[in-house]
DNA sequence: TTAAGTGCAAAAAGTTTGCTCGTAA
DNA sequence: TTACGAGCAAACTTTTTGCACTTAA
């Protein structure tokens, strides 16, 4: 255990959003200058490895990272403001592995996430413009 | 209109299934091999912006095509073969937008997506070995 | 001491873009 | 003819990796 590893977990704990790796590497090489994107990449792919970390794909490209010990749930995105939002739904469970078993599969994962805006808020043009 | 956005087009069209740039390049260069892969690039994000395509994320790193006149569904993905399924499920739809609601927001759009496994299909360690 | 870990820079992989040339209309 | 599109290669972004050096144990 290095002092790298040390501060990256450490940052990784004191985390309650889903940062990517990018977003990581700020926070670390706060603490700790001599840190470089190579060993987070590193540290991050360990702790998925092992378990600890749980590697999301919200779109946008980059992978962002949560402790796995969080329980089941799934993500809401507030499509205006990028923030995350978890929720779990049992009844969703239950319909998704009857889904899958109507169609000869046994669910192995998935994958759920809402996009929505904050109600009351109004809807814009592409651009941004009103 | 040219050639080459003429063969793209024809490919997408013919294709019932979810390729990637790189597959869509294969089956183009097929018809007229003086295509390039730039020429694909642009083309579905052209066909994207003009809603006539819709990008998709299976993981794996590269976006995946399907036209977007195929009504409302999801997607079950079969994690041993790639192949994807599509299926819809009414109430899903209406579950999330309850969730939703629940939080506070309005839902906007979502991504639902089931990696699965044929069922019966025995359970393999992670390099492939039984 | 020594095996594991780190930094750096280069390499991959997927996608976009600048520039020049070709071609549809 | 001319403006839009294509080809090529270079650039870009995210992630991985080779290699020499450092460090925890």
Chains 1, 2 share one sequence.
Request: glycine share 8%; no cysteine.
């Amino acid at each position: 255990m290095t002092g790298q590893r040390r501060v990256i977990a450490r940052v990784l704990s004191a985390a309650d959003d889903h940062p990517d790796v990018e977003e990581l590497y700020r926070r670390a090489t706060t603490l700790d200058a001599r840190i470089s994107i190579a060993t987070v990449y590193r540290t991050v792919r360990l702790l998925e490895e092992h378990g600890i970390l749980e590697r999301r794909d919200f779109g946008g490209g980059r992978a962002r990272y949560e402790p796995s010990d969080q329980g089941h749930h799934y993500h809401l995105i507030d499509i205006d403001t990028g923030k995350v939002i978890e929720f779990q739904d049992a009844e969703q469970d239950r319909l998704m592995r009857e889904v899958a078993e109507r169609l000869g599969f046994e669910l192995v994962s998935l994958r759920l996430e809402l996009f929505a805006r904050r109600a009351g808020r109004p809807r814009r043009g592409r651009d941004g413009t009103p």
